[in-house]
Nanobody, 131 residues
Framework: QGQLVESGGGSVQAGGSLRLSCAAS????????MGWFRQAPGKEREGVAA???????SYADSVKGRFTISTDNAKNTLSLQMNSLKPEDTAMYYC?????????????????????????WGKGTLVTISS
């Protein structure tokens, strides 16, 4: 049974940085998209950043220039470097992914972006930014 496990959440002051990680295990795949979503209390879930196995990335406008998504394929790990954090970044952050077992069938980065719901999800890690 595959799983996605997030880590790296915490509490920092505005202007600070955090690095989130997501370890994927138990999945067999040739192509993928992976992304970070977040949900603040009383708000809808939103896609923050996504990446696919071709290296395409997408970012929400609210985080462009501040957040960077990356993967370490050797370690099956997804990361999100978050800089210049703002109080409005406070949320539960979820790692999500979708996979293809066929090399010739890509999983577009859009499938892990805002407005889509990837098939596999982690349980989340809490990020709290104080002003």
């Amino acid at each position: 049974q595959g799983q996605l496990v997030e880590s790296g959440g915490g509490s920092v002051q505005a202007g600070g940085s955090l690095r989130l990680s997501c370890a994927a295990s138990g999945y067999s795949y040739r192509r993928y998209c992976m992304g970070w979503f977040r949900q603040a209390p009383g708000k809808e879930r939103e896609g923050v950043a996504a990446i696919d196995s071709d290296g395409n990335t997408s970012y929400a406008d609210s985080v462009k220039g501040r957040f960077t998504i990356s993967t370490d394929n050797a370690k099956n790990t997804l990361s999100l470097q978050m800089n210049s954090l703002k109080p409005e970044d406070t949320a539960m952050y979820y790692c999500a992914a979708d996979f293809s077992s066929w090399l010739e069938v890509p999983v577009p980065v859009t499938y892990c972006s805002n407005g889509y719901s990837p098939r596999f999800w982690g349980k989340g890690t809490l990020v709290t930014i104080s002003s």
